[in-house]
């Protein structure tokens, strides 16, 4: 939390929080509101979402912070929110933080600049498989680009996809579609706890990685387009990347 953000918090009348759309790591409820000196309301999905008049009266009749994780404008229901309140009369701020859809990227020493479209993995169920993951990161490899990809998440039932289980549905899209963009000696990315003192940083053929143990989620999964040398030494030294898998970015 930015120093202007945490004073944002301090001085309000009430303060609301959500951890559905990212989990909260690195602390815990009761520790913020000892940081912050004030009881945080933690909201399910619905009271942002279906039912946030509660939040928007309190903000009405004084001001009221809500506390998400990562930067607050990266998902849409914050937008649809800050639309909700600016309709009806309420001013709104946002104190911007860091975000996954850079972080993830930086921490591999990957370019920013080098990103394409971002996907996300979901977990499959009934006949609900959709191929677009996989044909948005066979778009991004195509233009030389850089393929982040997001993971389920399910926080009323505290389930959270892993890079293991992301990288095993990678590969179940080659079998099925069989383009050569995810198969098991394609090279991937994997950084799990991007923002803690435990971060880690993996980067190797995705066969390999489908086997591997990253701990506890979040983590993220990066399929790298075409490499610059300095992007290709970076995965070498920051994630242990074998010189000869990133050898032709060298």
Same mark, same amino acid.
């Given at each position: 939390?930015?120093?202007?953000?945490?004073?944002?918090?301090?001085?309000?009348?009430?303060?609301?929080?959500?951890?559905?759309?990212?989990?909260?790591?690195?602390?815990?409820?009761?520790?913020?509101?000892?940081?912050?000196?004030?009881?945080?309301?933690?909201?399910?999905?619905?009271?942002?979402?279906?039912?946030?008049?509660?939040?928007?009266?309190?903000?009405?009749?004084?001001?009221?912070?809500?506390?998400?994780?990562?930067?607050?404008?990266?998902?849409?229901?914050?937008?649809?929110?800050?639309?909700?309140?600016?309709?009806?009369?309420?001013?709104?701020?946002?104190? $911007?933080?860091?975000?996954?859809?850079?972080?993830?990227?930086?921490?591999?020493?990957?370019?920013?600049?080098?990103?394409?479209?971002?996907?996300?993995?979901?977990?499959?169920?009934?006949?609900?498989?959709?191929?677009?993951?996989?044909?948005?990161?066979?778009?991004?490899?195509?233009?030389?680009?850089?393929?982040?990809?997001?993971?389920?998440? $399910?926080?009323?039932?505290?389930?959270?996809?892993?890079?293991?289980?992301? &990288?095993?549905?990678?590969?179940?899209?080659?079998?099925?579609?069989?383009?050569?963009?995810?198969?098991?000696?394609?090279?991937? &990315?994997?950084?799990?706890?991007?923002?803690?003192?435990? &971060?880690?940083?993996?980067?190797?053929?995705?066969?390999?990685?489908?086997?591997?143990?990253?701990?506890?989620?979040?983590?993220?999964?990066?399929?790298?387009?075409?490499? $610059?040398?300095?992007?290709?030494?970076?995965?070498?030294?920051?994630?242990?990347?074998?010189?000869?898998?990133?050898?032709?970015?060298?």
């Amino acid at each position: 939390m930015s120093l202007a953000g945490l004073e944002a918090a301090r001085t309000s009348d009430h303060v609301f929080a959500e951890f559905y759309t990212s989990k909260l790591s690195g602390t815990s409820i009761e520790r913020l509101e000892a940081r912050i000196g004030k009881a945080i309301h933690v909201l399910e999905r619905e009271g942002v979402e279906e039912d946030p008049e509660p939040m928007l009266e309190a903000a009405a009749g004084g001001t009221a912070v809500l506390l998400v994780a990562g930067d607050p404008m990266a998902a849409t229901t914050h937008i649809d929110l800050r639309l909700r309140a600016e309709r009806i009369g309420i001013r709104t701020r946002v104190f $911007h933080n860091a975000s996954i859809l850079t972080a993830a990227l930086t921490e591999l020493g990957l370019s920013v600049y080098k990103s394409g479209r971002v996907t996300t993995l979901q977990w499959p169920h009934g006949d609900y498989f959709p191929t677009s993951p996989y044909e948005h990161i066979m778009a991004n490899v195509e233009a030389g680009l850089h393929s982040l990809v997001l993971l389920d998440i $399910h926080s009323d039932e505290d389930r959270y996809m892993t890079a293991t289980e992301g &990288c095993r549905l990678l590969l179940r899209y080659e079998d099925m579609l069989g383009k050569g963009v995810t198969g098991p000696d394609s090279l991937a &990315c994997v950084v799990a706890g991007v923002g803690s003192p435990d &971060c880690k940083r993996r980067a190797g053929r995705l066969g390999e990685l489908a086997e591997e143990d990253f701990g506890p989620a979040l983590h993220s999964i990066i399929v790298p387009g075409k490499l $610059h040398f300095m992007e290709a030494r970076a995965l070498g030294v920051l994630a242990g990347a074998d010189p000869h898998l990133v050898g032709e970015g060298v």
